[in-house]
């Protein structure tokens, strides 16, 4: 089980991303919710705006040299041209304009509109770097319950329960995990936390032997 607990954990330390925000402006205090990007608006809702980074513009939030795939820059072009499927290890720094709409268009539907799953792992690697640097740790979980409910993507399951076992702990947060359903989470975090199996678990455990 300890070996279990420190795999969750160094899949998050992994991506080195502890410190890496600008010290003087850790989020920014958000006063509206429109993002406007190439002649584009976009509204998006406090909730999910206030955890995003920027790397220019009134919101900048994070140094232009921090290798964040999430960082958005008010500087990029973007396109209402249908887009492709964003691929493994998604940036919008090496997104297309269509891509980057696609995304924001997404973010300002509250997760409702057409979904790449592309998107979801831009967003999770944006709630990493707030979980590993031990900040706005409600709201990120509240946001991986929301995201890890609208995806049977497995890939997305393992890795947003490595950011629920960082909380619970390396940052020893239980009171934030007490409350949250486990029930999307991969079945080891759950055997983890929950020190028990549902008939369900135990049945998918047999399939997979």
């Given at each position: 089980m300890k070996e279990q607990i420190k795999h969750f954990i160094d899949i998050i330390l992994g991506r080195n991303i502890i410190g890496e925000n600008i010290s003087n402006t850790s989020t920014p205090e958000i006063n509206t919710r429109i993002l406007k990007i190439s002649h584009h608006s976009y509204e998006i809702d406090t909730s999910i705006f206030s955890l995003l980074y920027f790397i220019n513009g009134k919101y900048k939030n994070l140094d232009s040299k921090t290798n964040e795939p999430s960082a958005i820059s008010l500087t990029w072009s973007v396109s209402s041209q249908s887009p492709q499927k964003m691929g493994y290890y998604p940036s919008l720094s090496n997104a297309t304009p269509a891509q980057r709409n696609g995304y924001f268009t997404w973010l300002s539907s509250n997760?409702?509109?057409?979904?790449?799953?592309?998107?979801?792992?831009?967003?999770?690697?944006?709630?990493?770097?707030?979980?590993?640097?031990?900040e706005k740790l409600n709201e990120c979980v509240s946001l991986i319950s929301r995201l890890i409910n609208l995806t049977d993507n497995d890939s997305f399951k393992y890795y947003s329960s490595a950011s629920i076992a960082y909380i619970y702990f390396q940052l020893n947060r239980k009171d934030i995990i007490a409350n949250l359903n486990l029930d999307k989470c991969i079945v080891e975090l759950r055997i983890i936390?929950?020190?028990?199996?549902?008939?369900?678990?135990?049945?998918?455990?047999?399939?997979?032997?």
């Open positions: 997760f409702s509109s057409n979904t790449d799953i592309g998107y979801f792992f831009i967003l999770l690697n944006c709630i990493e770097r707030h979980v590993v640097n031990n936390i929950l020190q028990k199996l549902s008939v369900e678990d135990i049945i998918n455990c047999a399939r997979q032997v």
